[in-house]
């Protein structure tokens, strides 16, 4: 679990701003992914990446979301123009090319717009 | 469209009793099932798994029982101890793709 580093752990941003949500995946992991937990509620799929590559973002919001993982660096998700209702907690993922292996999940980042 | 539900949101146990912990899927093409517990303020923590092949994975006090053909999987823990108290999700993958499909996870209480 401490292999899947997210930073930061807790971001403020007023209303209107970007945020930004980056995450390293464990050593040797290719496909990474984002959950979303809103307060009182389960983990929500967001969007799952390999490499350079978008696999499936059918739980990403149309719009002012989006997800980027290059071939250099951590994944970063990006949320622009934020508003209340995106404050929530933004779980990374990470597992490896192989199949029916568990996928290994980070600290969070904790998302607060005042 | 949720395809691993978990339909009870929350579970309270006597210290030393057995926790069973119920999940339902709905997609046929899962094939890998996993258990992961949480703790407020922290990541989910991988539990156990268990492969469609199998109908039963022991690891400790954890053992999850897979039903195919009611798409049912448990999560069973004995003896229960206060340390288990956390949220615990339910996650499917199929041989479609690498994406993990959650439930909303069980609030287990453990009460000493």
């Known amino acids: 679990n401490a292999g899947v580093m997210q930073n930061p752990r807790h971001l403020v941003r007023r209303r209107g701003q970007e945020a930004r949500l980056r995450c390293s995946p464990m050593?040797?992991?290719?496909?990474v992914y984002w959950y979303r937990q809103l307060p009182e509620e389960g983990l929500k799929f967001m969007v799952y990446l390999q490499k350079e590559n978008i696999i499936d973002e059918s739980g990403m919001p149309k719009e002012r979301f989006s997800a980027e993982f290059p071939k250099e660096g951590p994944s970063i998700l990006r949320i622009q123009q934020v508003v209340r209702g995106d404050s929530a907690a933004y779980f990374c993922a990470s597992s490896s090319i192989s199949r029916n292996t568990e996928a290994f999940f980070g600290q969070g980042t904790r998302l607060t717009v005042v | 469209d949720q395809q691993v539900k978990q339909n009870s949101p929350s579970l309270s146990v006597q210290e030393g009793r057995i926790s069973i912990l119920n999940c339902d899927y709905t997609?046929?093409?899962?094939?890998?099932f996993l258990w992961y517990k949480k703790y407020p303020a922290e990541g989910p923590t991988f539990l156990i798994s268990i492969s469609s092949i199998k109908d039963k994975n022991e690891d400790g006090r954890f053992t999850v029982f897979l039903n195919k053909s009611a798409k049912h999987l448990s999560l069973h823990i004995v003896p229960s101890q206060p340390g288990d108290s956390a949220v615990y999700f339910c996650a499917a993958s199929g041989n479609t793709g690498n994406q993990f499909y959650f439930g909303t996870g069980t609030s287990l209480t453990v009460i000493p």
């Open positions: 050593k040797g992991h290719s496909h």
């Open positions: 997609n046929s093409m899962f094939d890998y």
